[in-house]
C-alpha cells in the first residue's frame, strides 16, 4: 500500500467513524462523497483513482492532483480543511435556471478564496440576473477531530 493510498484509507475511516449515515462511496471504494445534513448545502469528495491521481471537490467544482506533477498532500490538506471550514456557493440565475456557480471557502484568516465556477452556455442570457448565495458551516468542528487530522497528516509525511 502507498503513503497515498494509506492516507486516503485513513480519511475514509474517518469519515465513516464520524459521518456514517452521510458518507457514500462509489467506484469499489475509491470515490468517497460527504452529503451536507441541509440539501441545499454543497457535499464534498475525494477520490484517489488505480492511477493515484486524487481529485478533491466541493458540489461540482473540484481540482485534480496527479502525483507525476502535483502533491497529492496539498489534495489531501484541503479535503481534511473542507470539513471544518466554512463554505458557500453563489448560484447566478437568469429565469429559472442557474447558469453559473461559484464555489468559496473561508482561510484561516477568514478571508473567501475560490474555489472554482461551473457554468453552462445554454441560459436566457437576456433575462435579468440573480444572485443567491448559500453559505455553509464546517461539518465538524474542528476541536472534535483535531487528534484524528493529526494521526492523518502524520501519515501523509511518512515514507511508507
Known amino acids: 500500500m502507498t503513503n497515498h493510498q494509506l492516507t486516503f484509507s485513513k480519511i475514509k475511516e474517518l469519515l465513516k467513524t464520524q459521518f456514517s449515515e452521510r458518507v457514500s462511496e462509489f467506484e469499489n471504494g475509491t470515490h468517497l462523497t460527504l452529503d451536507s445534513e441541509n440539501e441545499n ?8 483513482d488505480e492511477s493515484g491521481q486524487l481529485t478533491v471537490g466541493y458540489g461540482i467544482s473540484h481540482l485534480h492532483y496527479d502525483p507525476k506533477y502535483d502533491d497529492l498532500n496539498k489534495g489531501f490538506n484541503e479535503f481534511l480543511r473542507f470539513l471544518t471550514c466554512k463554505k458557500r456557493r453563489i448560484d447566478f440565475y437568469k429565469g429559472k435556471l442557474a447558469y453559473r456557480n461559484e464555489y468559496e471557502f ?55
Not at 41 to 48: G, P, Q, V
Not at 107 to 129: H, I, V
Open 106 to 160: 473561508e482561510d484561516e484568516n477568514g478571508n473567501w478564496k475560490n474555489y472554482g465556477t461551473a457554468l453552462t452556455w445554454a441560459y436566457p442570457f437576456w433575462k435579468k440576473t440573480v444572485k443567491k448565495t448559500t453559505t455553509q458551516n464546517g461539518f465538524i468542528n474542528y476541536a472534535e477531530i483535531e487528534s484524528d487530522i493529526e494521526k492523518i497528516k502524520n501519515t501523509m509525511h511518512n515514507n511508507v
Open 41 to 48: 448545502e454543497s457535499s464534498i469528495w475525494i477520490e484517489l
